[in-house]
């Protein structure tokens, strides 16, 4: 057995992995050039590249990785030089539609050209404000107008004589009243009144009635003839109007038209604009302001018209914009995408219009680039069906989503559409890739490019090179110390680390940026000119300081035996396993008792923290595949007929993994075989049914945790972990376990077979089984054998009538071995 521990012992280059520092040719990192790219991710950046150079609008980008693998940094870094070499888009805005006033019109102008526009009008606009009331105010235009008004008064007052001469020679005379003119019997210009009507004689009554239709007619006529000639006064005076504003408007607006002329539709809204303002120039004389009250509040009411619907809105104005836009939205809510119409309350009331419309980024992204976050997106409602939406129509529209929840309708703005030209890339995590793929048939349809980023790279002199000018450049970024060689390989160090295993560099660059500006602040309180690899492991060690509190305590209650953990000594049925323990932000490995009783009965083997629903699903398929190993191994001419059950002791929470099945297997064959198990030792592995031990994770902590337990009770020399074989590449030790293993005090054994750590934690040989199938007296297997075989044979007594005749024993079992022959099943 020494000679096998011995044979198994690992050498330092396998402890860890060191980087020569040597590797660098550099004094500091201020030597070196800046790093313009992500490293270790040419699959993500071909991927990202094919997605952004594809013209079609379903081949959308889903930026998928871990985070801190630099994917904002990729992602930001391919678009923005992609952007540039793409030509600007349009500026839009929306103006009045003087068809549909509810429905603003949404007009597309050459990039800056939009600002122009909405400038221009609006000068036009205060020209037109200042000048044209101070045409209406010349002498010539009211001369001109009081001569109309004085021809239209003349004429009516001619009617109107016209009509008293006639009635009074019909016996009537015209009345006013609060309802208008009336006909009404009198004389001498005077209304009779009603006695003096019913003393006239009948005669008189009765022409006077018949006259009274005629008079009627001749007043109706007449007020007809008074409003056609008040009617032709007033347009008459609106043409007078117009020829005289013509000579401001048309000026202007000539040079309006010149400036834009290339632009149909611009064209188009200027004629419509210059019509409404000719139909409506009385808008622009002045006003005067009339007090009101509501309740004890007085109150000025502007009776100014409003020239909103004579305004540009512009909501995109890419002036300065260089190649195609990138938007950035760190808070995709709908309103923030989509853009909002805002509202102004008056009085209790709330109003708005076309100059109120607001653009969202999907406005200001038009014809270039929009990246969100795929976890906020699905975070805000009508986020996700909104942008899937854009995608299908290519159409961006102003919407009040509330809408639909209102229990009463009120009319709004229906803004028109604007085409949209946008690639959208979402950045997220891989589950919410996969499950957006598995549920959403429509994600497929639109999301066809995956551009995902890996958390490792290869480890070799170029990537190593590489890392050395990202610690550059970061430090040129962030405004820390250079580095010097021995603070980079230190670096290095601490990526293989992330990494967790030596042939593969972390590319988790967010972790190692801030090592780099926690190195920096020690270097800084040394008042050194750069950082070397002690202010690394200063850093690394004050880090895991402040995150290992709950490891400490943990330590602490094992050291003085609140949680039972043997360290030294031999016990039948009892074993050391290891845990993985990850709060969140610091993991850490945690021994662990496990036991295990066995007795007759036909229950199998039970696992307690299953029966009380602690563990999970793998956990229990580690114990359905130690089940078919006993199988497998001991019960080929007998039934596996037995009660074991198996216990991680003083373990309160949930369990899972498989990592701990070899600690079972061999904690099961003790208690079977009645022999002691090495409690200096752990042991963590997992196996399949042909007792082949597989690769676990967090084989740097387990081994660390172990350590770490030992070194406090104190190190003998017997102590050390088990671990598979497979995970030796996985082995990246801190520096005084490298040292403590190298000096002898603690030993790490990897094995590749059940029974190798079988004969290293029993300190006995296991046994093969020979040529007739027997294993060979007084080793582990033959006890376990022996013991299982005893067990299924007083079970199948058990219970049976007594017989008076012992059956008499075959000599395989006089000489305390049982056949395991296949052909002895004959």
């Given at each position: 057995?020494?000679?096998?521990?011995?044979?198994?012992?690992?050498?330092?280059?396998?402890?860890?992995?060191?980087?020569?520092?040597?590797?660098?040719?550099?004094?500091?990192?201020?030597?070196?050039?800046?790093?313009?790219?992500?490293?270790?991710?040419?699959?993500?950046?071909?991927?990202?590249?094919?997605?952004?150079?594809?013209?079609?609008?379903?081949?959308?980008?889903?930026?998928?990785?871990?985070?801190?693998?630099?994917?904002?940094?990729?992602?930001?870094?391919?678009?923005?030089?992609?952007?540039?070499?793409?030509?600007?888009?349009?500026?839009?805005?929306?103006?009045?539609?003087?068809?549909?006033?509810?429905?603003?019109?949404?007009?597309?102008?050459?990039?800056?050209?939009?600002?122009?526009?909405?400038?221009?009008?609006?000068?036009?606009?205060?020209i037109l404000k200042r000048d044209i009331p101070k045409v209406f105010e010349s002498k010539d235009y009211e001369s001109h107008r009081d001569e109309i008004l004085e021809g239209q008064q003349e004429r009516t007052r001619v009617l109107f004589s016209r009509l008293e001469k006639v009635a009074d020679e019909k016996g009537f005379v015209l009345k006013k009243s609060s309802g208008g003119l009336s006909v009404v019997p009198g004389k001498d210009g005077k209304p009779l009144k009603q006695d003096e009507i019913s003393a006239l004689p009948n005669e008189q009554v009765d022409r006077l009635n018949n006259n009274l239709k005629f008079v009627q007619d001749k007043l109706s006529d007449t007020i007809r003839k008074a409003r056609k000639s008040d009617k032709e006064a007033k347009e008459r005076i609106g043409k007078l109007d117009a020829e005289t504003v013509q000579y401001v408007v048309t000026p202007l607006f000539n040079e309006l038209l010149d400036k834009f002329r290339d632009l149909e539709k611009v064209l188009a809204f200027i004629e419509w604009l210059k019509a409404d303002l000719l139909r409506n120039t009385d808008d622009f004389r002045p006003r005067e302001e009339m007090p009101f009250s509501i309740g004890p509040f007085q109150l000025q009411q502007n009776h100014e018209p409003a020239f909103e619907r004579y305004k540009v809105n512009l909501v995109v104005n890419n002036a300065e914009t260089v190649g195609a836009p990138v938007v950035y939205e760190p808070n995709p809510t709908y309103n923030n995408l989509f853009g909002r119409v805002e509202?102004?309350?008056?009085?209790?009331?709330?109003?708005?219009?076309?100059?109120?419309?607001?653009?969202?980024?999907?406005?200001?992204?038009?014809?270039?680039?929009?990246?969100?976050?795929?976890?906020?997106?699905?975070?805000?409602?009508?986020?996700?069906?909104?942008?899937?939406?854009?995608?299908?129509?290519?159409?961006?529209?102003?919407?009040?989503?509330?809408?639909?929840?209102?229990?009463?309708?009120?009319?709004?703005?229906?803004?028109?559409?604007?085409?949209?030209?946008?690639?959208?890339?979402?950045?997220?995590?891989?589950?919410?890739?996969?499950?957006?793929?598995?549920?959403?048939?429509?994600?497929?349809?639109?999301?066809?490019?995956?551009?995902?980023?890996?958390?490792?790279?290869?480890?070799?002199?170029?990537?190593?090179?590489?890392?050395?000018?990202?610690?550059?450049?970061?430090?040129?970024?962030?405004?820390?110390?250079?580095?010097?060689?021995?603070?980079?390989?230190?670096?290095?160090?601490?990526?293989?680390?992330?990494?967790?295993?030596?042939?593969?560099?972390?590319?988790?660059?967010?972790?190692?940026?801030?090592?780099?500006?926690?190195?920096?602040?020690?270097?800084?309180?040394?008042?050194?000119?750069?950082?070397?690899?002690?202010?690394?492991?200063?850093?690394?060690?004050?880090?895991?300081?402040?995150?290992?509190?709950?490891?400490?305590?943990?330590?602490?209650?094992?050291?003085?035996?609140?949680?039972?953990?043997?360290?030294?000594?031999?016990?039948?049925?009892?074993?050391?396993?290891?845990?993985?323990?990850?709060?969140?932000?610091?993991?850490?490995?945690?021994?662990?008792?496990?036991?295990?009783?066995?007795?007759?009965?036909?229950?199998?083997?039970?696992?307690?923290?299953?029966?009380?629903?602690?563990?999970?699903?793998?956990?229990?398929?580690?114990?359905?595949?130690?089940?078919?190993?006993?199988?497998?191994?001991?019960?080929?001419?007998?039934?596996?007929?037995?009660?074991?059950?198996?216990?991680?002791?003083?373990?309160?929470?949930?369990?899972?993994?498989?990592?701990?099945?070899?600690?079972?297997?061999?904690?099961?064959?003790?208690?079977?075989?009645?022999?002691?198990?090495?409690?200096?030792?752990?042991?963590?592995?997992?196996?399949?049914?042909?007792?082949?031990?597989?690769?676990?994770?967090?084989?740097?902590?387990?081994?660390?945790?172990?350590?770490?337990?030992?070194?406090?009770?104190?190190?003998?020399?017997?102590?050390?972990?088990?671990?598979?074989?497979?995970?030796?590449?996985?082995?990246?030790?801190?520096?005084?376990?490298?040292?403590?293993?190298?000096?002898?005090?603690?030993?790490?054994?990897?094995?590749?077979?059940?029974?190798?750590?079988?004969?290293?934690?029993?300190?006995?040989?296991?046994?093969?089984?020979?040529?007739?199938?027997?294993?060979?007296?007084?080793?582990?297997?033959?006890?376990?054998?022996?013991?299982?075989?005893?067990?299924?044979?007083?079970?199948?007594?058990?219970?049976?009538?007594?017989?008076?005749?012992?059956?008499?024993?075959?000599?395989?079992?006089?000489?305390?071995?049982?056949?395991?022959?296949?052909?002895?099943?004959?």
């Amino acid at each position: 057995m020494a000679e096998l521990k011995e044979r198994t012992k690992l050498k330092r280059d396998e402890l860890t992995w060191r980087c020569d520092p040597g590797l660098f040719s550099f004094a500091t990192t201020e030597e070196l050039p800046q790093l313009n790219e992500i490293i270790g991710q040419a699959r993500a950046i071909d991927s990202l590249e094919f997605g952004l150079g594809i013209e079609n609008a379903n081949y959308n980008v889903f930026v998928l990785g871990e985070g801190g693998t630099g994917k904002y940094t990729t992602v930001k870094n391919a678009i923005e030089q992609k952007a540039k070499e793409e030509s600007v888009p349009d500026d839009w805005c929306y103006v009045f539609n003087f068809v549909e006033p509810d429905s603003p019109v949404a007009l597309n102008l050459p990039a800056g050209r939009g600002a122009e526009f909405a400038g221009e009008v609006a000068e036009v606009v205060a020209i037109l404000k200042r000048d044209i009331p101070k045409v209406f105010e010349s002498k010539d235009y009211e001369s001109h107008r009081d001569e109309i008004l004085e021809g239209q008064q003349e004429r009516t007052r001619v009617l109107f004589s016209r009509l008293e001469k006639v009635a009074d020679e019909k016996g009537f005379v015209l009345k006013k009243s609060s309802g208008g003119l009336s006909v009404v019997p009198g004389k001498d210009g005077k209304p009779l009144k009603q006695d003096e009507i019913s003393a006239l004689p009948n005669e008189q009554v009765d022409r006077l009635n018949n006259n009274l239709k005629f008079v009627q007619d001749k007043l109706s006529d007449t007020i007809r003839k008074a409003r056609k000639s008040d009617k032709e006064a007033k347009e008459r005076i609106g043409k007078l109007d117009a020829e005289t504003v013509q000579y401001v408007v048309t000026p202007l607006f000539n040079e309006l038209l010149d400036k834009f002329r290339d632009l149909e539709k611009v064209l188009a809204f200027i004629e419509w604009l210059k019509a409404d303002l000719l139909r409506n120039t009385d808008d622009f004389r002045p006003r005067e302001e009339m007090p009101f009250s509501i309740g004890p509040f007085q109150l000025q009411q502007n009776h100014e018209p409003a020239f909103e619907r004579y305004k540009v809105n512009l909501v995109v104005n890419n002036a300065e914009t260089v190649g195609a836009p990138v938007v950035y939205e760190p808070n995709p809510t709908y309103n923030n995408l989509f853009g909002r119409v805002e509202y102004r309350f008056q009085l209790g009331m709330a109003t708005t219009d076309f100059t109120m419309i607001r653009a969202g980024a999907v406005h200001r992204a038009n014809g270039g680039y929009l990246v969100v976050n795929a976890m906020d997106v699905l975070r805000n409602i009508f986020v996700y069906d909104s942008l899937k939406r854009l995608i299908k129509t290519r159409e961006i529209r102003f919407e009040d989503v509330w809408e639909q929840y209102r229990a009463v309708s009120s009319t709004a703005m229906k803004p028109s559409p604007i085409p949209s030209d946008i690639k959208l890339i979402l950045i997220g995590e891989p589950m919410l890739y996969y499950l957006l793929y598995n549920v959403d048939s429509e994600y497929r349809k639109l999301f066809r490019v995956k551009a995902d980023f890996d958390n490792v790279m290869e480890l070799n002199d170029e990537n190593i090179q590489q890392y050395a000018l990202f610690v550059a450049s970061r430090c040129a970024e962030e405004g820390l110390l250079p580095f010097d060689p021995t603070g980079v390989a230190r670096i290095a160090e601490f990526g293989c680390r992330l990494a967790a295993d030596k042939t593969k560099l972390s590319a988790r660059f967010n972790d190692v940026k801030n090592l780099l500006i926690e190195a920096n602040h020690f270097a800084g309180l040394d008042k050194s000119p750069s950082v070397t690899a002690a202010h690394v492991e200063k850093a690394e060690y004050e880090k895991r300081c402040r995150h290992s509190k709950i490891e400490e305590k943990l330590r602490e209650y094992i050291t003085e035996d609140t949680l039972m953990v043997d360290t030294d000594g031999a016990v039948v049925g009892q074993i050391n396993g290891i845990a993985v323990l990850n709060p969140g932000d610091y993991a850490f490995g945690k021994p662990s008792r496990v036991t295990a009783s066995t007795f007759m009965g036909d229950t199998g083997v039970v696992n307690i923290e299953r029966e009380v629903k602690l563990s999970g699903k793998l956990h229990n398929k580690g114990l359905m595949i130690i089940r078919s190993f006993l199988g497998d191994r001991y019960a080929r001419t007998f039934p596996l007929t037995l009660s074991a059950s198996l216990c991680f002791e003083q373990l309160y929470d949930e369990i899972d993994g498989d990592s701990a099945t070899c600690a079972e297997v061999y904690v099961l064959l003790s208690s079977l075989s009645g022999v002691a198990i090495d409690q200096s030792l752990a042991i963590t592995g997992s196996m399949n049914q042909k007792g082949e031990v597989q690769p676990i994770g967090g084989v740097n902590e387990k081994v660390e945790g172990f350590f770490d337990v030992c070194n406090a009770r104190g190190l003998t020399g017997r102590q050390g972990v088990i671990i598979p074989e497979r995970n030796v590449k996985n082995l990246l030790l801190r520096r005084d376990v490298v040292e403590v293993v190298e000096s002898g005090k603690f030993t790490i054994y990897p094995i590749r077979q059940v029974d190798e750590g079988l004969e290293i934690l029993t300190n006995m040989e296991v046994g093969k089984r020979d040529a007739k199938g027997r294993y060979a007296s007084g080793t582990l297997n033959d006890k376990v054998e022996r013991r299982l075989h005893n067990l299924a044979t007083k079970y199948k007594a058990f219970g049976r009538p007594a017989t008076k005749k012992k059956p008499k024993a075959n000599n395989d079992e006089k000489n305390g071995s049982v056949d395991n022959s296949q052909d002895s099943n004959k």
